[in-house]
């Protein structure tokens, strides 16, 4: 018989339904690394400074090369060290501010002040150089790790799982681009969680009646009928609701009350696009690509799509606009990081945290997490088979 004062044994927590450690460590992160990332806009990459991003925990410097060219470079001067990204650009190469060694756009190191003047081979051919006894030239010197990068629709994008060639899918095409029926911009927002939180949040409808009341969504009391497709890397979810509206700015798209068309959808690993459309003629569609920095920490390239319904010049209209929805959408998306946050404390409160529980309105999120988590242990084999089921939840 036991003796009562034995304590029985505690058991095993339950493993994190996430590992936002994992997740966002380079050499731990399996797959998920093999995808395109954005780096940053096209505009905010100049020819006369270096950019400072972290991919994955990695820091990594962006500069332009002699034609324009995006390039990246692992953030750390091969000579003592220090971050490159604190230096300056010139003729397309990057110059290290502790003692000035010059890179190329291919992370050659192409020139190194204290080795005097002789050093280019610009006065010295390689005899003269070894005759003159100067030991090293700066191309012996070695050359920092390159990332692949891509630039396309305003977006510069990096690959930090070696050979793009080897990347699972081309770079995410932002919706509606170039197209001129359709207004473009982008925000760029730094978010205080990790991907798989930050994309399940950006799928999530329940939600939205209570961080965004007033702005988004009111609490309704109505039943949402949905179907949810996992299929190729890709979870769909088509909102069975046509008499659905959203508040805030939804009357200006939508004056005739039309019936909404209302899609989420996730690509793996790091992509969500949610599209409101009315008719033919009227839509908006909010994308977002999600760069991981650290276990908790992101920044994310929203790009907002819309057309109106009016009959003015459409990009007339649209640039009219632009002001107000952009205030608006920066409210909503001030809004979410502020929640991330809350989510954020609770998660890294001591031991128990992100071990999830959820009911069927969270059933998109266990999508989500299958595809991670299946690139997260390597991505090996056919991953998560497809489905699809019909859901529903009330708002
Ligand atoms: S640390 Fe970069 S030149 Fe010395
Ligand atoms: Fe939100």
């Known amino acids: 018989m036991r003796n009562p004062r034995d304590v029985p044994p505690l058991a095993p927590a339950p493993a994190p339904t996430v590992d936002l450690d994992a997740e966002a460590d380079l050499t731990r992160c399996g797959a998920l690394k093999d995808y395109w990332y954005v780096a940053c806009l096209s505009t905010e990459l100049t020819s006369r400074a270096p950019l400072a991003r972290t991919f994955f925990g990695t820091n990594v410097v962006l500069f332009r090369d002699e034609h324009g060219r995006p390039v990246a470079l692992r953030d750390r001067c091969l000579h003592r ?10 003729d397309g190469r990057l110059g290290c501010p502790y ?9 050659a190191v192409v020139e190194v002040p204290s080795l005097g003047p002789s050093q280019c081979g610009e006065s010295l051919d390689a005899r003269g150089h070894a005759r003159a006894g100067l030991q090293v030239r700066p191309c012996d010197l070695g050359r920092l790790q390159r990332f692949d990068t891509l630039e396309q629709d305003g977006l510069v994008f990096v690959f930090m799982g070696g050979d793009s ?3 699972r899918r081309p770079a995410f095409r932002v919706p509606f681009w170039g197209q001129p029926e359709w207004s473009v911009y982008f925000m760029v927002t ?10 399940e949040n950006f799928m999530d409808v329940p939600h939205t009646v209570f961080v965004h009341e007033g702005w988004f969504r009111n609490t309704a009391r109505k039943r949402v009928p949905a179907t949810v497709k996992r299929s190729e890397g890709s979870v769909l979810v088509t909102y069975k609701q046509e008499q659905d509206t959203v508040s805030g700015l939804g009357r200006l798209f939508n004056p005739s009350g039309m019936p909404m068309v209302h899609t989420d959808h996730y690509v793996a690993p790091n992509i969500t696009r949610v599209d409101y459309l009315w008719g033919e003629r009227s839509g908006f569609v909010i ?3 999600i ?7 992101s920044l994310v390239y929203t790009a907002i799509s819309y057309r109106l319904p009016y009959d003015l010049p459409r990009s007339l209209v649209g640039h009219a606009l632009k002001p107000l929805v952009r205030w608006y959408t920066t409210q ?5 990081v502020e929640i991330m946050k809350v989510q954020r404390e609770g998660l890294l409160n001591g031991p128990g945290g992100g ?14 997490e299958a595809y991670r988590r299946w690139l997260l242990e390597g991505g090996h084999g056919p991953g998560p088979a497809d489905e699809e089921r019909d859901i529903a939840f009330w708002i």
């Open 165 to 167: 060639q080897r990347a």
């Open 291 to 297: 760069t991981p920095i650290g276990p908790t920490d």
């Open 99 to 107: 003692h000035g060694w010059v890179y190329d756009g291919s992370g």
């Open 190 to 199: 730094r978010f205080p969680n990790g991907v798989t939180n930050l994309v």
């Open 287 to 289: 994308n977002s690509q």
């Open 332 to 336: 909503v998306i001030t809004q979410d």
């Open 355 to 368: 071990v999830f529980s959820g009911t069927e309105a969270d059933l998109l999120h266990s999508d989500i």
């Open 81 to 90: 060290n220090a971050r490159l990204s604190a230096g300056a650009v010139f």
